[in-house]
């Protein structure tokens, strides 16, 4: 069999990468080794609850959310973030600390001490750093804003998003527009200012979902794709050879494509391409991916006491909990929990804690029971509960991912047709994974299109 592009890997970051070139006209092939489409955004409704097993928001903020779901006839069943959404809350010494919704929620809300409230000013003042070195993100904002705001706010933020601890990820591959505000102004916030006037926009987030979850997009994307996707095929080996690749499928025989997008979490496409390009394998193999566990329960309204009245809860490693965090799933969007229920899901382990991530279900479930009692007041059997282990969860940047990700970058000139996409280029969100993938399909088709007026010149040549 032969194709354009294979695209390997059916998760969001592939399919939307598979979507793009087929509508520019070509032939595409997306390999996926499970048995449905979709990766780590996966729905599942369950009486009446509708749990999340990875992903649950897409950030509105980066623009090709919002177009995604324009594109695909999705607004109709697009849902916004619930009016029952009015704080995000921090654990603070045993308890929930509410912090209003909107920028100025943290300098309002007692969670911060007055003494960290005045330092995160002190970053007007402070001198910028010049040396250029790459920084921890505990580091850059320690120095910016205060040790108190760092460990408080920002540790437990990158424990949401990225399952990470401040302490070992790079500022520049994480908030690149921070330390290029320092740069040019000096100062995050004078920055931050200057390009508000400017009418430019800061990184932030709106969320939304759709009514049926998350797994709405690449359910949506696989149903266009069509019979363009084989499921249930692993992708052993890539290889060059005449005109392209060669593709070991193992029992599933072999294709042979003119171009490929690996579209696999950073491990396995760290082995897929150790024979066409090193180098790039290399520099995918040292991103990290720890361990992430969701627990997903359901409960009465009654018995569980807080008001549930936010997006949910993060944790900073000062407090010793067993969850990075948990989100008010039934209060964010509309047909979460059957009425008079709520449902509530957990994060567990990453880089803070992978051995927690490791555990079997019923434990996590206890574990997870005992910390909704002690923080939500939340009491009695669940209605539902239920565990999703992910044993390679997030990737991490680490200080040095600017330069993994400059040889990753790079593979398509060492290796022409070669092309690599996913959540460790620019971002994990599923927000951002779009947008990587929209680059890497414009990559491919100028690729494709090169190639294909190559060969009609060769052919009138004849
Ligand atoms: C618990 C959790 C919560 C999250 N929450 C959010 C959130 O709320 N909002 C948000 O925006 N993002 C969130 N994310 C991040 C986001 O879900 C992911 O970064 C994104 O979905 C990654 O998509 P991907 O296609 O790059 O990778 P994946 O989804 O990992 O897809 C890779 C695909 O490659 C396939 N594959 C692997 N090996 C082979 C092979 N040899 N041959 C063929 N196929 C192969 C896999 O089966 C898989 O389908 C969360 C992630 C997790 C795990």
Known sequence: ??????????????????????????????????AHAGGSAFSERLDGF????GPSTMNAHVPVAGQISSELDLDSLRCELGAGVRNRYLV??????????????????????????????ADLLLPQRSDGEDETVMDFCSRRF???????????????????????????????KLVALEEKYGSVSLGAMHR????????????????????TLPRTLAYRLGDKIRRGVAVRRISPCHNGFNIDLGNRGRLHAKSVVVATQAHVA???????????????GRIHAPPLAVVFLGFPRRNVAHPLDGLGFLTSEAEHRNVLGAQFS?????????????????????????????????????????????????????????????????????PGHREIIGDLGTAGDRVEGLFLTGNYFAGPSVAVCLNTARKTALAAHGYLERARGLQTRQAASR
Request: proline letters at 7%; one cysteine or more; aromatic letters at 6%.
């Open 1 to 34: 069999m032969t194709t354009d592009v294979a695209v390997i890997g059916g998760g969001v970051s592939g399919l939307a990468t598979a979507y793009d070139l087929h509508c520019r006209g070509h032939k595409v092939t997306v390999l996926e080794r499970q």
């Open 50 to 53: 509708l749990m999340e097993h």
């Open 92 to 121: 603070s010494r045993g308890k929930l600390a509410a912090i209003p919704m909107g920028p100025l929620g943290l300098l309002t809300a007692g969670y911060l001490s007055p003494v960290a409230k005045l330092r995160i000013l």
């Open 146 to 176: 205060g040790k108190e705001f760092a460990e408080r706010v920002i540790d437990p933020m990158i424990a949401g998003i990225y399952g990470g601890r401040a302490s070992e990820l790079s500022v520049a591959a994480i908030f690149p």
């Open 196 to 215: 508000r006037r400017e009418g430019g926009k800061m990184p932030g987030s709106r969320l939304f979902s759709w009514r049926d979850g998350i797994a």
């Open 270 to 284: 760290a082995r897929l391409i150790g024979e066409i390009d090193p180098r790039a394998a290399a520099a995918a």
């Open 330 to 398: 039934s209060t964010m969007f509309p047909g979460r929990a059957p009425d008079g229920q709520v449902a509530v899901s957990a994060y567990i382990g990453g880089a803070r804690a992978p051995h927690l991530a490791r555990l079997a279900a019923p434990e996590l479930i206890r574990l997870v029971r005992s910390e909704f009692k002690d923080l939500l007041g939340a009491e009695g059997e669940p209605t539902i509960a239920r565990v999703r282990h992910w044993p390679v969860g997030l990737p991490q940047y680490e």
